[in-house]
């Protein structure tokens, strides 16, 4: 990851997290979707499952894991911002929620955490 614009390089990273989730069987429905309430990087189906997918980075541990960025005020903002797109989006009220974290650390590692957070 050459370019280290924090937009730039959390768009790559947010790249790989999509690449990695279709690698798996996962449909990217949305990338950087956006409500009212707010926004969530990724939003991916497999089977039954709709994911609201965050993607964090960090550049080292100092402040934290890349994991614990995601809050529980953004965890707040994710499940409004669900609600709403179950709302907007009737077929959706038939499939399980997820809400998943793609975090990423200095060495471009990712671990995923699925359901990193509880439901709505």
């Known amino acids: ?17 999509a690449e990695y989730l279709e690698s798996r069987g996962y449909r990217i429905l949305e990338r950087n979707y956006r409500n009212r309430f707010g926004e969530v990087d990724l939003i991916a189906m497999k089977d039954r499952w709709l994911c609201f997918v965050e993607v964090k ?14 809050d529980r005020r953004k965890q707040k903002t994710i499940r409004k911002l669900a609600k709403y797109y179950i ?3 009737p077929w959706s009220q038939e499939c399980f929620i997820r809400f998943d974290v793609a975090a990423y650390m200095e060495d471009g590692k990712l671990t995923y955490y699925e359901g990193a957070f509880g439901g709505m």
Do not use: P, Q
Not at 1 to 17: I, S, V, W
Not at 57 to 70: D, I, L, P, T
């Open 1 to 17: 990851m050459k370019d280290f614009n924090k937009r730039t390089l959390g768009g790559e990273y947010e790249e790989a997290a």
């Open 57 to 70: 980075y960090r550049s080292s541990a100092h402040f934290g894991w890349s994991s614990e960025a995601v």
């Open 87 to 89: 709302i907007k989006h």
